[in-house]
């Protein structure tokens, strides 16, 4: 696990303490410039809350911040971002997440479909 994190993390980041990392990484959905950018913010929230536990969830406002992420418009680094940290701490966590998760599926549906293929109709 630690070379996965590794490579997306930063080498640095592996002695950090969860908190502070989580608090970095979190603010890190918001603000993804990049798919890079993307992918390390969403390692980092699942590296820190595996370390801190679910409740971490909740306490830094983990969930609140990726759903903000994926409703953003205009920004689809940041719902590229929301969408990966889904998929990381559902892997971290499994189904200590799910009650989490449960909330987010709306969004997540949302942020993969396009508004192009919402006004067409079914064929």
């Given amino acids: 696990l630690r070379g996965a994190l590794a490579a997306g993390v930063g080498l640095g980041d592996l002695n950090a303490e969860p908190e502070p990392m989580l608090k970095t990484a979190v603010s890190g959905i918001a603000s993804a410039a990049s798919p890079d950018a993307a992918r390390t913010a969403a390692c980092r929230v699942a590296a820190a809350v595996g ?11 983990v969930v609140d911040a990726i759903g903000a992420a994926m409703r953003s418009s205009g920004k689809g680094n940041a719902r590229e971002a929301g969408a990966l940290a889904v998929g990381c701490l559902c892997s971290v966590l499994g189904v200590a997440f799910e009650p989490h998760a449960l909330g987010l599926m709306e969004r997540l549906i949302q942020a993969t479909m396009t508004m192009n293929y919402l006004t067409h109709s079914p064929i």
């Fill in 51 to 61: 370390a801190l536990g679910p409740k971490a969830l909740v306490d830094h406002g």
